[in-house]
């Protein structure tokens, strides 16, 4: 008798909740998608993946698309402000680790990443901001959203970022995120404006943070594997 397959409820559809997803589906886990607002592109700012982070993009097929649409960070490099370098970290990763850190727009990674779970068939649900959840010993667990709508499943991932409403259902008094009062600014600029940098540093006054600027959501090409 075949085992019927476990069913996933994972609320969240920003970086870690549809790639927790496709791997529960290749793991043979019937994994569902929830997320709060309506399907977007084009938001956010730009973020930069550690080498840690692009062996999980390769590992779904995404490193060599996403090196392609953002630009490989060749160290950090830091200035005062009057220009004086103080110092440098974080060189020669791929070497060092086997990927490569890329600078994307988070836009980008985000498309990307629900495009590729759609293309593995992970069913992603927009609009269903989790409200609350039903925890019952050996019962399926229960989540409620927003629209008054539920999901039941065998268990329950919370991906549901910084605010998580999973966190404080399972934690409730956990700590809180904090203001700390530090605001950081970044920018884009296009690729265009560096491509005749030279790659070797010494003769760069400073490194760069270049993402692409591609964000327009096109249906994506599944390709079999
Ligand atoms: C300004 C800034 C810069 C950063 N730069 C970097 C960087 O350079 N490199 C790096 O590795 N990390 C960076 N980070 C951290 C990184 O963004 C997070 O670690 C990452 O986004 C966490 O992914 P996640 O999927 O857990 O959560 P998120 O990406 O926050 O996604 C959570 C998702 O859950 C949804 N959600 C929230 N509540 C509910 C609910 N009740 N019901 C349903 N859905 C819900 C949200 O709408 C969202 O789509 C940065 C963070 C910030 C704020």
């Given at each position: 008798m075949t085992k019927p397959s476990r069913k996933a409820i994972i609320i969240?559809?920003?970086?870690a909740g549809p790639v927790a997803a496709i791997f529960l589906k290749r793991a043979g886990i019937d994994a569902r998608v929830f997320e709060a607002w309506p399907y977007s592109a084009g938001i956010g700012g730009g973020l930069q993946i550690a080498p840690n982070g692009m062996h999980v993009l390769a590992e779904i097929g995404l490193a060599d698309e996403m090196i392609r649409r953002g630009s490989i960070a060749e160290s950090f490099d830091f200035y005062s402000q009057s220009g004086a370098r103080l110092g440098s970290i974080n060189r020669n990763m791929e070497q060092r680790f086997g990927q490569p850190a890329v600078n994307m727009s988070r836009a980008t990674l985000n498309e990307e990443i629900i495009g590729k779970a759609w293309c593995e068939n992970v069913e992603l649900a927009f609009e269903k901001r989790l409200v609350s959840i039903e925890d019952r010993a050996d019962q399926p667990i229960i989540a409620h959203f927003a629209d008054g709508t539920s999901a039941e499943g065998d268990f329950l991932i919370g991906a549901?970022?910084?605010?998580?409403a999973v966190r404080a259902h399972v934690i409730p008094d956990g700590p809180k995120p904090f203001d700390t009062g530090l605001i950081g600014f970044g920018g884009f600029v296009p690729r265009s404006m560096f491509e005749?940098?030279?790659?070797?540093?010494?003769?760069?006054?400073r490194s760069v943070k270049a993402v692409s600027l591609a964000t327009a959501f096109a249906a994506p090409t599944c390709k079999t594997a």
């Open positions: 969240g559809a920003g970086i549901d970022g910084v605010h998580s005749n940098t030279r790659s070797d540093s010494a003769s760069r006054p």
